[in-house]
């Protein structure tokens, strides 16, 4: 099924599903740009801070009511060194799904939405090299909301409006 949705801001149909993601965690943002060289390690699916903050990346999917394909956010979690030398063991394995989710701390700043650092999350590895699906914790903040109950199709538009041409109405 083709996705289309018209835009909240410009007006015009876009063809496709959108999805927004982060290069790297809010952390490393935070190291001056002239340090980050000599005290950070960014891969495409991991960082390692000062050899003692780890990070990974994943997707918290948002269904879209109506459709099969996720609305996705592409987001980095911190993990603790136990569970980040579990995610590395395992990265490189086909079938990994079956590991116990890791805890960890969402890392990434969701502009939509309030705060959204440090929500927790559950790290839930997923097979063949697919990026992680990162469950938030069932609370009252509206990104675990959306996470839980879906989003409709004028939502995504608000997002993308927001996002893509700076509204303000998300």
Not at 84 to 92: I, K, N
Request: hydrophobic content about 35%.
């Amino acid at each position: 099924m083709d996705f289309s949705f018209k835009c909240a801001s410009c007006n015009e149909v876009h063809h496709g599903l959108p999805s927004f993601g982060a290069d790297a965690p809010e952390s490393y943002y935070r190291i001056p740009p002239d340090e980050r060289g000599a005290r950070c390690d960014l891969g495409s699916d991991d960082c390692v801070i000062d050899e003692q903050h780890f990070f990974v990346r994943g997707c918290i999917d948002i269904p879209i009511q109506g459709h099969d394909e996720p609305f996705t956010w592409g987001v980095w979690v911190s993990l603790s060194l136990e569970s980040y030398e579990t995610w590395v063991r395992m990265s490189d394995e086909p079938l990994r799904d079956h590991t116990q989710p890791l805890f960890g701390w969402l890392n990434t700043r969701l502009d939509p939405y309030p705060e959204t650092l440090s929500l927790k999350t559950h790290v839930h590895l997923r097979n063949d090299g697919i990026r992680p699906f990162i469950e938030l914790e069932p609370t009252s903040h509206p990104l675990a909301i959306e996470q839980r109950d879906g989003i409709t199709v004028d939502r995504v538009a608000e997002i993308y409006a927001m996002l893509v041409h700076g509204a303000n109405n998300a």
